[in-house]
């Protein structure tokens, strides 16, 4: 069983930046994808970053060059560096961690970014 804790989120301006954490704990595997992935009202969930255990990364278009996604492996910790955030960035951010085809997620966190 893995647990996932997110922190982090709150509320910023357009503009600002906020940074994401989220520490995973249990049976985890070396080998794992860790992400984050967003729904905002109304929408379905979407991809916003992930990164392998060797440290290749993927991007959703929309926060290539503002997101910055890493990990800390001896910590089973994985951020999510936020800048120049845009309303448009405002939804619950979910941590995800994923071995072949299981998933684990955590609860989500709230960002909310004024215009």
């Known amino acids: 069983q893995v647990q996932l804790a997110e922190s982090g989120g709150g509320l910023v301006q357009a503009g600002g930046s906020l940074r994401l954490s989220c520490a995973a704990s249990?049976?985890?595997?070396?080998?794992?994808?860790m992400g984050w992935y967003r729904q905002a009202p109304g929408k379905q969930r979407e991809l916003v970053a992930d990164i392998t255990s060797s440290g290749s990364t993927n991007y959703a278009d929309s926060v290539k060059g503002r997101f910055t996604i890493s990990r800390d492996n001896a910590k089973n910790t994985v951020y999510l560096q936020m800048n120049s955030l845009k309303p448009g960035d405002t939804a619950v951010y979910y941590c995800?961690?994923?071995?072949?085809?299981?998933?684990?997620w955590g609860q989500g966190t709230q960002v909310t970014v004024s215009a």
């Open positions: 249990g049976r985890i595997f070396s080998v794992n994808v």
């Open positions: 995800n961690l994923r071995v072949g085809p299981a998933n684990a």
